[in-house]
């Protein structure tokens, strides 16, 4: 039992990593609030590898689809009138926020659909 807890811990490790780099500066206490949040939250829907992991590339698809976002509202909330420099990073982040989002919100409905499979077929079988 204690290999999706471990699990659970690297996951919210890379689920925070994530979190940091989609919006930059955060305090310390809400890096490590976040990190606890997202582990426990990992450690209750993860009975098994699979699941963890397949709730942490969801989390990550989701950061970085809200990338993008994020970074057109930080640089709304700077000036009415974005930089050459600030329009590069809107589009560095919706150049790389976009596909990644995509490749692993399609990762994480990957390996949901097959421990959903696995589930099935040991009831049927």
């Not at 926020?97 to 009831?123: A, C, H, M």
Request: a neutral charge.
């Amino acid at each position: 039992m204690w290999t999706p807890r471990l699990n659970a811990v690297l996951g919210s490790l890379v689920v925070t990593v994530g979190f940091w780099l989609t919006w930059g500066e955060l305090p310390l206490a809400v890096t490590v609030g976040l990190a606890l949040v997202v582990a426990v939250f990992l450690g209750w829907q993860g009975s098994t590898i699979g699941r963890v992991w397949a709730w942490t590339t969801l989390l990550l698809g989701i950061e970085c689809l809200a990338w993008p976002i994020t970074t057109m509202v930080q640089v709304r909330m700077v000036t009415a009138e974005p930089t050459d420099r600030q329009m590069g990073d809107i589009l560095n982040a919706v150049v790389w926020g976009l596909p990644s989002g995509v490749f692993w919100l399609t990762l994480s409905y990957g390996v949901f659909k097959r421990l959903i499979n696995r589930e099935q077929d040991s009831k049927q079988g």
